[in-house]
């Protein structure tokens, strides 16, 4: 069987309920989710903030980034957020590789590797590309991976423009 790479990365951000600074963690994988078993096992063994807590948005208990002082769930998307953001502009590393086995379905996904959406504004090989709309009046859609759709997201359309304007297409 495969193994599945995941990067860990940490850093330290301010707790969107108390302001106090608190500890983040985020796993990177292609493939995986964050909510995958094996990325919980993992995370909530080595990094005692994360933890079971109900999220109200998804109404349900979530695993994930709790402030050590006041207990709030930071939330995956919101950490994903500022991940991005670190990576992209700070130039962050992951503090930690882990691997996984590989599950069948997931294996098959490799086999599938050359069949892979690419990107249009970073380049990378990903298992879909999700719709972002540019303009609803007419309808303007453009197919992206979801780490550039957050990027866009949190800057406001911001990250296309600088895209666009430096030609990149490297790695995200």
């Known amino acids: 069987m495969r193994k599945i790479r995941i990067d860990i990365y940490r850093w330290m951000g301010k707790c969107w309920r108390c302001g106090a600074s608190t500890p983040l963690v985020y796993p990177e994988s292609e493939i995986l989710d964050v ?6 096992s993992y995370l909530t063994e080595r990094f005692p903030w994360v933890k079971k807590t ?3 948005k998804l109404g349900s208990y979530v695993y ?34 882990i691997e996984v086995e590989a599950t069948q379905e997931e294996e098959e996904y490799f086999e599938a590797w050359e069949d892979l959406e690419i990107c249009p504004l970073c380049g990378r090989k990903v298992l879909r590309l999700v719709g972002h709309h540019v303009s ?37």
């Open 35 to 40: 909510q995958d078993p094996r990325i919980l």
């Open 54 to 56: 109900f999220s109200k």
């Open 64 to 97: 994930g980034n709790t402030c050590v002082e006041c207990g709030a769930y930071q939330g995956w998307w919101f950490v994903m957020e500022e991940w991005i953001e670190l990576k992209t502009y700070e130039k962050i590393f992951p503090i930690e590789t």
């Open 136 to 172: 609803y009046d007419p309808e303007d859609i453009i197919y992206i991976c979801n780490s550039c759709h957050a990027k866009i997201h949190r800057n406001k359309g911001a990250f296309i423009e600088r895209r666009k304007d430096r030609g990149d297409r490297g790695d995200s």
